[in-house]
């Protein structure tokens, strides 16, 4: 029943008309918004909670994309090496403000210094004061690419962030933050809980 709330509300929210005639199940599933006829029971993964492209519906992924972005909803994008997620969200992000975080190259002991910056002389060779890249993302949109070669642990502690609105630099006070998350992975979520690589609350908020 929960599955059925939140697909119909992912609907409401992004434009696309709720057909759930007699018999016909609105769902999520293999990246694409369907409608089954028949059981449900053929629709009771997590993964039907994943936002696609709706191309049965005549929207194009894109236009999905952008306007789930007009209304501040975060998006999990995935697909293999080359299928231009990377081009999707620019493309969607077009004209917005945003910040792009490559989650291959943090490094984990400068994890903090790059998301939420140092104060000056808060560690050797910081002669300045360092904005990080989340606060130079408030009120606007970070891409986090590739966020499945992020590690668990900052993983956990970019669910601090997204959960209250706020980061501390590195000697510095705490510092409003707030953002909407753009993830691309080039696995399925569902596979990456299954294999401990992700955590399930980053998922589920995000």
């Known amino acids: 029943k929960r599955q059925e709330w939140m697909v119909g509300k992912m609907a409401r929210r992004l434009g696309v008309a709720e057909r759930g005639g007699a018999g016909e ?15 449900s029971d053929q629709a009771s993964t997590a993964g039907k909670l994943l936002a696609g492209d709706a191309a049965s519906h005549g929207l194009g992924r ?50 903090e210094v790059d998301l939420f910056g140092a104060a000056r002389g808060a560690y050797t060779g910081a002669v300045g004061a360092q904005i990080g890249v989340l606060a130079r993302a408030h009120e606007g949109f970070v891409v986090f690419d590739r966020f499945d070669e992020l590690s ?4 956990a502690k970019l669910l601090r962030v997204l959960e209250s609105g706020e980061c501390a630099p590195i000697g510095g006070p705490t510092i409003k933050c707030r953002f909407t998350p753009i993830v691309t992975m080039s696995d399925d979520p569902r596979l990456l809980l299954g294999r401990g690589r992700l955590r399930k609350d980053i998922f589920y908020r995000l």
């Open 62 to 111: 894109l236009r999905v994309l952008r306007r789930a972005l007009k209304r501040r909803i975060p998006c999990v994008i995935w697909g293999p090496t080359g299928s231009g997620k990377s081009e999707m969200v620019a493309n969607g992000l077009r004209g917005m403000p945003k910040e792009t975080v490559d989650c291959a190259l943090l490094v984990e002991d400068r994890f």
């Open 25 to 39: 199940t609105l769902t999520f599933c293999k990246g694409k918004l369907e409608v089954t006829r028949g059981s």
């Open 152 to 155: 668990l642990r900052g993983q």
